[in-house]
């Protein structure tokens, strides 16, 4: 449970730094999709998204469903590609769709790093 911790510390921090430069680079404003949905089926599937991945949380923490603990990283990583797409389709005048864009892959290397440790490829 400690490597998911620094993981997903490290996820947090390599997010910050990465999107604060982006921000700064390419002089990037608050999108509008952050305050509110730009239909039905993005309000839903955000929705939805959110509630796995707080269900998943105390139910990966018991030791019954211990292999539930990669999901913790799948569909956040699910949920921010689904809301870079929804800002790359719908927020066409700036680049934000990038920082959601970012996030999604240091999930998905972060499942990748905790998938190798935690089945043995890196030990």
């Not at 390599?14 to 993005?42: F, G, S, W």
Request: hydrophobic share 55%; glycine share 4%.
């Amino acid at each position: 449970m400690i490597v998911i911790i620094v993981i997903l510390f490290c996820i947090f921090i390599m997010d910050q730094l990465i999107n604060r430069k982006l921000i700064k680079k390419m002089n990037m404003e608050e999108a509008d999709l952050e305050k509110r949905y730009v239909n039905k089926t993005h309000k839903y599937v955000e929705n939805i998204l959110h509630w796995a991945t707080l269900l998943l949380i105390p139910a990966s923490i018991t030791g019954e469903y211990h292999r539930l603990r990669l999901f913790l990283f799948i569909v956040p990583s699910l949920m921010f590609a689904f809301r870079a797409m929804m800002k790359w389709k719908f927020a066409t005048d700036n680049q934000t769709y990038l920082l959601s864009a970012v996030t999604c892959v240091l999930f998905i290397t972060g499942s990748i790093v905790y998938g190798s440790i935690h089945f043995g490829i890196i030990t």
